[in-house]
């Protein structure tokens, strides 16, 4: 078993991988409610969609962790493309000025005006990584401060953990995840 360093982005189709992607120039533009409930629902609808197995995840208010894994035919560059882009034009018409500006001068520079270009993947090779990585995802909002404990934070799977709304092997069911989003936002 290959041991990794640091961070690779995987080109192995359906390798499961931890994944961290950040907002362009680190700006906030997910500290809102609603911006965390539309990028939570994005990200789970994306995943149902390209049938990518989530185990987990946080939104935070400048980057998203995912514990996924992409269909057996699908490397996570490009399941990542697409999450990135179709949040991208979900969030982009509900920046506020603020939001706007933090962003502004990036505008232009690059092809790029909601997410820093590529994110970082990590591989998951084994059983205690895979925990260990979950167990950092759903203690980032503790990390940041925001809550004293994960049941607390309502953009995580860690809610969907509680609830049971996963299967014995560490998937969350998508519809009923997506379902509890859209009823309680």
């Known amino acids: ?12 189709p359906g390798q499961t991988s931890y994944i961290t992607s950040t907002c362009l120039d680190f700006a906030h533009l997910l500290a809102r409610d609603e911006m965390k409930t539309k990028m939570t629902l994005s990200i789970l609808r994306d995943c149902q969609y390209y049938e990518a197995s989530l185990h987990g995840f946080v939104v935070m208010s400048h980057h998203i962790h995912l514990l996924v894994t992409p269909k057996s035919d699908e490397t996570m ?30 505008k232009g520079l690059n092809r790029h ?9 990590f591989p998951i090779v084994t059983t205690p990584i895979f925990s260990q990585k979950l ?26 953990y509680h609830i049971r709304n ?7 069911d998508l519809p009923k995840c997506i379902q509890f989003y859209e009823l309680n936002s």
């Open 135 to 160: 167990h950092y995802i759903h203690s980032n909002p503790l990390r940041a401060k925001i809550e004293q404990s994960p049941e607390e934070y309502f953009w995580s799977s860690f809610k969907q």
């Open 113 to 121: 005006s909601f997410w820093k270009e590529g994110f970082r993947g």
């Open 77 to 106: 560059s490009s399941l990542m493309r697409n999450i990135k882009r179709r949040s991208a034009k979900i969030l982009i018409p509900h920046l506020n000025e603020f939001e706007k500006k933090q962003i502004s001068m990036q």
């Open 1 to 12: 078993m290959e041991k990794y360093k640091r961070w690779i982005n995987s080109k192995v």
């Open 166 to 172: 996963v299967s014995d092997e560490f998937v969350l």
